[in-house]
């Protein structure tokens, strides 16, 4: 398979407003030798029939699928790609002109980083901006949930993922390809986090370059998969997160420390820092369950799984405190 500069793998989900917006945002850019493969991941819109205005262009390359999740449509996309280096791009966001050429330089130039990013342009349906998130430093989802400081404060992009996922979608991640091909990275089957935990997985295998520019436009709008399942949907996208944030953080401390002394430090940030959800014994036992070995044991991924009865006892406390309040 011969291998060229850059894929742009686009998993693409019932956006047949947008999706043509996101494959000629990336055809865009003219300077780097690049393919864009679209996985459908079974819409039943008429994404299918949006894609035929762009099938034409030599470097598209458009798979169907039935529907199985973003999850499984980034690992076959991932799975296809001949580009040295891999960008996501969701079918409802858009790239910036230079955005593939900012980012590609820059893991040209940091042979050590696992992942590139960029500022974020948030802009509404209808494409007006909304603001602009600078990393992990404006505009976070939640803000830390208790007095500083931080672990976000230490200026390390990888730590400051044990706080809040500031790269914020997979729309925002690039990185070279031997993430999967050497290293086996794949997208775990998660319903909301599974950028997050494609992200701290890569972060074992080098340091996070974030160009300082909005150079990818996400898009915020009523089908957004963070706004589905109300109360229900809230609990369950909580659950994940503290239990990839449990699985990922003392790996990533103990990379980060030079010693035991500043390793003590950073547990101590953790508690501090890490998403809770106002639910401090929930991931205090994660924390516990994930233990410190290199690899999650099996009990542990487990945890996840939809009819698991740690899962299905967080969902029921929480949907019961709801309907008191």
């Not at 679209?38 to 205005?53: A, M, P, Q």
């Not at 520019?213 to 109360?231: C, K, M, Q, S």
């Amino acid at each position: 398979m011969s291998m060229i500069d850059v894929s742009v793998v686009i998993p693409s989900y019932n956006h047949a407003a947008f999706v043509v917006e996101a494959v000629e945002s990336a055809l865009a850019c003219r300077r780097v030798d690049l393919e864009i493969v679209v996985i459908d991941d079974g819409s039943t819109d008429d994404s299918r029939d949006r894609l035929e205005l762009v099938a034409g262009d030599p470097r598209v390359r458009i798979e169907h699928q039935e529907n199985r999740g973003a999850h499984a449509a980034l690992n076959r996309g991932c799975e296809l790609a001949r580009g040295r280096l891999i960008f996501i791009l969701n079918s409802d966001d858009a790239y910036h002109p230079d955005r593939i050429e900012r980012l590609k330089a820059r893991l040209d130039a940091s042979p050590e980083a696992a992942l590139a990013a960029s500022h974020i342009e948030v802009v509404d349906g209808a494409g007006s901006t909304i603001g602009v998130k600078h990393a992990w430093k404006t505009l976070p989802p939640w803000k830390p949930p208790t007095a500083g400081p931080y672990l976000s404060g230490l200026g390390d992009p990888r730590l400051a993922l044990l706080e809040t996922n500031w790269l914020a979608t997979t729309s925002n991640m690039a990185f070279p390809s031997s993430l999967i091909r050497d290293h086996g990275l794949r997208f775990a089957p998660l319903r909301y986090a599974h950028d997050w935990d494609f992200a701290l997985a890569a972060c074992r295998h080098g340091t996070i370059e974030v160009v300082e520019e909005p150079l990818v436009r996400y898009r915020v709008h009523g089908a957004n998969t963070i706004d589905e399942g109300g109360a229900d949907g809230r609990a369950a996208m909580h659950f994940e997160i503290m239990w990839v944030v449990a699985r990922h953080a003392m790996a990533l401390l103990r990379s980060a420390a030079a010693d035991e002394a500043q390793l003590a430090h950073l547990r101590e940030l953790l508690w501090k820092s890490a998403p809770r959800f106002d639910r401090d014994p929930v991931l205090d036992q994660l924390l516990l369950l994930r233990g410190a070995a290199a690899t999650p044991p099996p009990e542990y991924d487990a945890l996840v799984s939809g009819d698991h009865p740690f899962r299905s006892a967080f969902l029921d406390q929480v949907g019961q405190k709801s309907s008191q309040q």
